[in-house]
């Protein structure tokens, strides 16, 4: 900190001096003073979690380039598990930094506490104000107002092993559009034998359920919660279809075992391995898994019980907190990270998810149509919204995973209307 | 040491003075050398107790700043947290059994390093000591890497004699893994303890003893035992606080799982703090457990420690 003074003082000094330069050289010194006087030097910090680490560093270092001094961006990276308690030491202390990021699915309760300020008419005056992913933008907005604008995005989509899709002689360009074709295909490569397993699910992990899960009831046209996230409708027939479905897959044997026990933090091994037919994971995965003689991945969207697609829409969202004294500065690197400029080279180029959907199709898209697909899926993709969302379906000890467990590993989908209304208690236990 | 001056005080006037000025200088000095570790004591320990006793009493949640007083519904909140209930069940199942478990084993390995060769001692003393140079979690997680069945040796082991064990995926195996790393982890430990009491018994009284006509296992129970008694005390309320406080082994190697059925009650409050972002209840929930360590600790002071006095 006192460093970071310091070398601004010297900055400062360093200016004054060439200002007396060009002042004593006189030739152009006109246009130095206009230059000079136009906004003084803004040092904004910024924080983020550790999960978006590599593109909010990229963003960061290419705007601090780009604005050479005239504003500087201090990005702080956060480990995941700590960020909470961070950002609340630092509410409480009015010491929140000037662009506060946020896991999408906190966006209601940041919104909520007021750590961001209003940003609706910014947002609104944007050209491209309807093409950002209305699934953060809707996460983002309290009672009418915008506070946030999406960051980095993470989409749930079907991944499946091309190899063992040739191998059970299915067809490697055909994934399934149904749930019930998942099971079916599933259940063919399952009977491969030989270590080779159907489909493999962290089925120990409720945040990673929920974004492999629920895509398939929104498809169906159904709902997890209702509008403002303080009651459960998991106990609906699409609900009940798509986790029947699941139950049926793990009753005959096409879910790995070690599904039930899989905690979230090895989900992509088997997948990776070449031991599972299909996997359900983010976008980010297909940057990080390798292809190899026993792994030649194929993404589709995810579909529900009878057809239709949806996605979750995950990621962070980043907003100008309400303490900030640089609002003006801090929108400016907001509506950069928005632009074409940006979306494009650093976004697109860098494999990540563009956050505007008029991009989802790009020169650097272009080159594989799985990335072409995800970009595409933002679309008609959701994110839940509710206050409680963490603490309701994140929690390991919680009634959400209590729920999926119980209908998928246990007595089956019979279950559902009791375990909802547990999970309905912990939504409305904040309101 | 004040009375013994007081009484040599009374020996004459004058001397009296001085020996009072000693003792008041003693005295200060005593507080002076005390001083470092008291402050540490008062601000590491004091200080907190004091906070978390205070945050107890509010509504606290993790993010946003509103704290009225709000006691007693923190403490009300507990009982109905059926989790917590469930915790306090399964917590004092797993310590009688890690008690059970690690006081035999390790005093069995005592013995065993006592009576081995005296070439073979140095060995086995630090074999068996070694593991506890590793971190819990590290070890906890060192299990969970063994134990799991796609990255661990263990499984495949098993499956060439056909056999396939779910180590973490049941409620009776998930406890029994972590016993198992948990006893790896210090039975050294507290082998070294009980050696160090074993050490102390004269040879003589062995000898003693088979004069008498006593038998090994008689000698075990009529003088090991009963010379042992305050390493073994001192052996068990380490074990017994230890488990009431079980955190990092089940949090790492079953996250509480299946099923919450190895939920233990610092994974309630450590999941209230930081997965329900209630800290009230959380503080609440740590002084009842607080206050539950010390009246079982001084139970057991009471049984274990002042036998010892009478025996001595």
């Not at chain 1, 202390?93 to 506490?113: R, T």
Request: hydrophobic content about 50%.
């Amino acid at each position: 900190m006192i460093q970071r003074r310091i070398l601004s003082g010297a900055a400062g000094v360093g200016v004054l001096a060439m200002a007396l330069v060009g002042c004593a050289g006189g030739g152009s010194g006109a246009g130095s003073t206009t230059n000079g006087g136009a906004a003084e030097p803004v040092t904004l910090t910024m924080w983020t979690r550790s999960v978006t680490a590599v593109q909010s560093q990229a963003l960061v270092d290419a705007f601090n380039t780009e604005q050479n001094g005239k504003i500087k961006i201090d990005l702080t990276v956060v480990p995941f598990a700590e960020y909470l308690q961070k950002v609340s030491a630092a509410a409480s202390g009015h010491n929140l930094p000037d662009l506060l990021a946020a896991n999408v699915i906190d966006g209601p309760n940041y919104s909520k506490l007021g750590l961001w300020s209003d940003i609706t008419a910014r947002v609104a005056a944007l050209p491209f104000a309807d093409t950002l992913a209305p699934a953060h933008i809707a996460a983002a907005t309290t009672g009418g107002s915008v506070f946030a604008v999406p960051h980095v995005l993470d989409a749930s989509s079907l991944y499946y092993n091309k190899i063992l899709f040739e191998k059970a002689g299915l067809d490697p360009e055909a994934p399934p559009t149904t749930l019930q074709e998942v099971a079916d295909d599933a259940a063919a490569i399952a009977a491969l034998g030989n270590g080779i397993g159907g489909l493999y699910l962290p089925g120990d992990c409720g945040g990673c359920l929920a974004f492999t899960l629920f895509p398939s009831i929104w498809a169906a046209g159904g709902t997890v919660m209702n509008q403002d996230g303080t009651k459960a409708t998991l106990d609906s027939t699409a609900a009940a279809d798509v986790l029947g479905i699941y139950h049926s897959m793990w009753a005959n044997g096409s879910m790995i075992p070690e599904s039930r026990n899989e905690a979230g933090a090895t989900q992509n091994a088997a997948f990776e391995a070449g031991t599972a037919g299909f996997a359900l994971l983010g976008s980010k995965a297909l940057g990080t898994l390798k292809e190899n003689d026993k792994l030649k991945i194929g993404v589709a969207p995810i579909p529900g019980p009878d057809g239709g697609t949806s996605t979750f829409v995950g990621g962070d969202v980043l907003g100008i907190s309400s303490s900030s004294k640089h609002a003006d500065a801090a929108w400016t690197f907001l509506e950069w990270s928005l632009g074409d400029a940006a979306q494009l080279d650093i976004y697109a180029k860098g494999g990540f998810i563009p956050v505007r959907t008029d991009l989802a199709e790009n020169t650097y898209a272009a080159a594989d149509p799985r990335v072409v697909l995800i970009n595409s899926l933002v679309k008609g993709g959701q994110t839940p919204y509710s206050p409680r969302f963490f603490q309701t379906f994140n929690d390991a000890q919680g009634p959400f995973l209590a729920l999926v467990r119980e209908a998928i590993f246990g007595s089956g989908v019979d279950s559902l209307p009791k375990a909802n209304d547990a999970v309905t208690a912990s939504l409305e236990a904040g309101a | 040491m004040a009375r013994a001056l007081a009484a040599h005080a009374g020996t004459g006037p004058r001397l009296s003075d001085v020996s009072k000025a000693r003792s008041r200088r003693t005295s200060r000095r005593a507080w002076l050398y005390a001083a470092p570790a008291a402050t540490v004591l008062v601000g590491m320990f004091v200080v907190p107790l004091g906070l978390a006793v205070w945050m107890s009493f509010h509504k606290w949640p993790l993010l946003g700043d509103s704290q009225p007083f709000n006691f007693p519904a923190n403490y009300t909140a507990i009982s109905d947290d059926r989790l917590f209930t469930a915790a306090v069940g399964f917590t004092v199942k797993y310590t009688a059994i890690i008690t059970v478990v690690l006081l035999t084993l390790s005093f069995g390995l005592a013995v065993l390093v006592q009576e081995s060769k005296r070439r073979v001692t140095g060995v086995l003393r630090t074999v068996f000591f070694l593991p506890v140079v590793t971190g819990l979690t590290t070890a906890a997680l060192l299990f969970l890497g063994l134990l799991s069945p796609s990255a661990g040796p263990l499984d495949d082991l098993l499956a060439h004699f056909g056999a396939k064990v779910d180590w973490l995926g049941q409620p009776t195996t998930a406890l029994i893994s972590t016993v198992v790393m948990m006893t790896w982890r210090f039975a050294g430990f507290y082998m070294i303890i009980l050696l160090a009491g074993l050490q102390a018994i004269p040879r003589e009284l062995y000898e003693a003893a088979s004069i008498d006509g006593a038998n090994r296992w008689r000698a075990l129970w009529s003088v090991t035992l009963p010379l042992m008694r305050s390493n073994l005390a001192l052996c068990t309320v380490l074990i017994v606080t230890g488990g009431m406080v079980a955190f990092e082994q089940f949090y790492v190697m079953t996250r509480g799982g299946p099923d919450n059925s190895t939920v233990t009650m610092v994974m309630t409050i450590f999941r209230q703090a930081f997965s329900q972002f209630n800290l009230g209840v959380a503080a609440a929930m740590s002084v009842v457990v607080l206050l539950g360590l010390v009246v079982l600790n001084v139970v057991q002071m009471r049984l274990l420690g002042d036998t010892d006095e009478v025996a001595r």
